[in-house]
């Protein structure tokens, strides 16, 4: 089992394990249309936000295939209200997520949410490019990858901003209600992650 060194911090965001406190911010995006219009499954309730922090507060776990890390992303200083907030009660403006796809060859899933209301501020790629670091220097990754809807444009152009390559197009692979979605994959090696940064 490897020790996970958190809390995140990057030049404007925290990357933090999410608490009981965060439903409300959690819930604001997780409950719209558009986004869960990329994930295939309908809008989260303010119910199921509730048993996922439930599920996130037990802990993480990384060493099988599926474990995975979900860490909320907070704007340093940002405030909800304009009002100073206390340790830990930072705005969550989205998350990232880490899922161990398979441990014996070290296959790490990389992706990421985020609240509308936020877009535009870079927050997603210092999010993804700061989970992306981790991924390969301290939990050992060997190929880092994403799939999304090959619609998101918006995540594609974060794949790239990261130098991932779109390794493969699946063409209608997964059925999203009464739409049939295609999906992108993008990766990066760990060898080829260390090569851009040199």
């Given at each position: 089992?490897?020790?996970?060194?958190?809390?995140?911090?990057?030049?404007?965001?925290?990357?933090?394990?999410?608490?009981?406190?965060?439903?409300?911010?959690?819930?604001?995006?997780?409950?719209?249309?558009?986004?869960?219009?990329?994930?295939?499954?309908?809008?989260?309730?303010?119910?199921?936000?509730?048993?996922?922090?439930?599920?996130?507060?037990a802990?993480?776990?990384?060493?099988?295939?599926?474990?995975?890390?979900?860490?909320?992303?907070?704007?340093?200083?940002?405030?909800?209200?304009?009002?100073?907030?206390?340790?830990?009660?930072?705005?969550?403006?989205?998350?990232?997520?880490?899922?161990?796809?398979?441990?014996?060859?070290r296959?790490?899933?990389?992706?990421?949410?985020?609240?509308?209301?936020?877009?535009?501020?870079?927050?997603?790629?210092?999010?993804?490019?700061?989970?992306?670091?981790?991924?390969?220097?301290?939990?050992?990754?060997?190929?880092?990858f994403?799939?999304?809807?090959?619609?998101?444009?918006?995540?594609?152009?974060?794949?790239?901003?990261l130098?991932?390559?779109?390794?493969?197009?699946?063409?209608?692979?997964?059925?999203?209600?009464?739409?049939?979605?295609?999906?992108?994959?993008?990766?990066?090696?760990?060898?080829?992650?260390?090569a851009?940064?040199?």
């Amino acid at each position: 089992m490897t020790t996970l060194p958190l809390p995140v911090s990057t030049e404007r965001l925290l990357l933090r394990p999410f608490t009981p406190d965060d439903l409300d911010d959690l819930h604001a995006y997780q409950g719209l249309d558009e986004v869960a219009r990329y994930l295939y499954r309908p809008p989260l309730t303010r119910d199921q936000c509730a048993r996922s922090l439930t599920r996130r507060a037990a802990g993480t776990v990384w060493a099988e295939d599926g474990d995975d890390l979900c860490l909320a992303v907070c704007p340093v200083g940002e405030a909800r209200g304009g009002e100073a907030r206390g340790a830990g009660k930072e705005q969550v403006v989205g998350e990232v997520v880490l899922k161990l796809a398979s441990a014996r060859s070290r296959q790490v899933e990389i992706g990421w949410i985020f609240n509308p209301a936020y877009a535009g501020r870079g927050y997603a790629t210092e999010a993804a490019r700061a989970i992306a670091e981790l991924a390969f220097a301290e939990l050992g990754a060997h190929r880092l990858f994403a799939r999304l809807d090959a619609l998101n444009t918006g995540s594609a152009r974060i794949c790239e901003r990261l130098g991932m390559r779109r390794e493969a197009h699946l063409v209608e692979n997964d059925l999203d209600g009464e739409r049939w979605g295609s999906e992108y994959v993008y990766a990066t090696l760990a060898r080829e992650w260390k090569a851009d940064r040199a």
